[in-house]
């Protein structure tokens, strides 16, 4: 694993997202209990909120609650008025009736929550480990997943991952995304990790299949990028956007001229020097050459890829604590491999 130290050639930034999804908000970090304690509340309702909504009456009765989540409690059957169950947020409250709610937590707040995940552990010390994610798995918990993430995995693998912020994840890849990441297990290793990412100490890069023909001599792409004014789910190459820095070298071209789907492809290796959100989706989409499969900006699906083409193949940092120089390695996964191979062998 020795390396040469100090080839500082690509990092992620601890305020953005290497080919990650878009930072997730609105959960409480420090929620992390194994049991879950359920409040009932219960009020008689007054004259002067005699035919709200029910919906709207029980944000007065549990305020720190949004009003959509009171309405998920009421289409689940948490809501009561004796032994009646009110199961409409629509339904009209009269004065005198005593309504009850048992007030479930959010999915937020049972995010983070240790669960028995296999972990591929290509690295461990006491320190950090570094992981391979597969294509499919979520890092950290967001909207729609709030479970089964490598967070949730992390925190079932060693206890001292339930004391650090985001369970020691210190920069992050997209679900589609495969390939290597570094995570502390201790707060020293966290900050110093953090540190080097932002420094641009730790290298980063990745491989990737994409439409066109992608010109032979290595290039470097700078564009900043930010939230795209249009849709939220996708990022741009926007003029208020934060900087970014992508180094490409394309490894192989192939025409596959009966596969309307394909056309022309080329497998390149990008480095980064700065971490933004879709980084490499974007800049390679600028450029007129989207990644197979992603849809999202404008990839199609070829050569029987089904997910976006991308993959985090190297890893190189210094050991935060030894100051050892580290350097791993992971190979195309199956389910890129073949593809692969058709581009670079021909």
């Known amino acids: 694993m020795n390396g040469p130290q100090g080839q500082h050639e690509a990092s992620d930034v601890p305020e953005g997202v290497v080919e990650g999804v878009v930072e997730e908000e609105g959960f409480d970090e420090g929620a992390a209990e194994s049991a879950v304690v359920v409040e009932t509340r219960r009020a008689e309702v007054d004259r002067a909120s005699h035919g709200l909504r029910l919906d709207k009456w029980l944000v007065s009765l549990a305020p720190e609650f949004s009003r959509s989540h009171l309405q998920q409690l009421i ?17 009209k409250v009269g004065a005198g009736q005593i309504i009850e709610v048992a007030l479930q937590p959010t999915a937020q707040s049972s995010a983070f929550r240790a669960e028995p995940i296999a972990l591929d552990v290509v690295y461990e010390d006491e320190s950090l480990m570094v992981v391979h994610k597969p294509a499919g798995l979520v890092v950290h918990p967001a909207a729609g997943h709030w479970s089964g993430t490598l967070l949730n995995g992390l925190l079932a693998h060693h206890a001292g991952a339930a004391s650090l912020s985001r369970a020691g994840i210190v920069h992050r890849l997209d679900k589609d995304t495969s390939g290597l990441m570094v995570v502390a297990k201790t707060l020293l290793a966290q900050t110093a990790l953090t540190r080097a990412i932002a420094a641009r100490e730790v290298q980063r890069e990745y491989l990737a299949l994409v439409h066109g023909v992608v010109e032979a001599e290595p290039f470097t792409i700078e564009a900043p990028i930010g939230r795209d004014p249009v849709s939220r789910i996708r990022m741009a190459v926007v003029t208020s956007g934060k900087p970014a820095r992508t180094d490409v070298t394309c490894l192989a071209v192939r025409d596959f001229g009966k596969s309307p789907e394909a056309g022309r492809v080329s497998a390149v290796r990008c480095k980064l020097h700065t971490g933004r959100t879709h980084q490499i989706r974007v800049h390679m989409a600028r450029r007129g050459h989207p990644l197979l499969s992603d849809g999202v900006y404008g990839g199609k699906p070829a050569l029987g890829v089904v997910r976006q083409a991308l993959h985090a193949t190297h890893l190189g940092l210094e050991h935060p604590v030894t100051g050892e120089w580290l350097s791993f390695d992971a190979a195309i996964p199956a389910d890129l491999s073949a593809a692969w191979q058709q581009v670079v062998q021909g």
Do not use: E, K, N
């Open 75 to 91: 289409d689940a059957g948490h809501v009561r008025c004796g032994p009646q169950v009110l199961t409409s947020a629509s339904r």
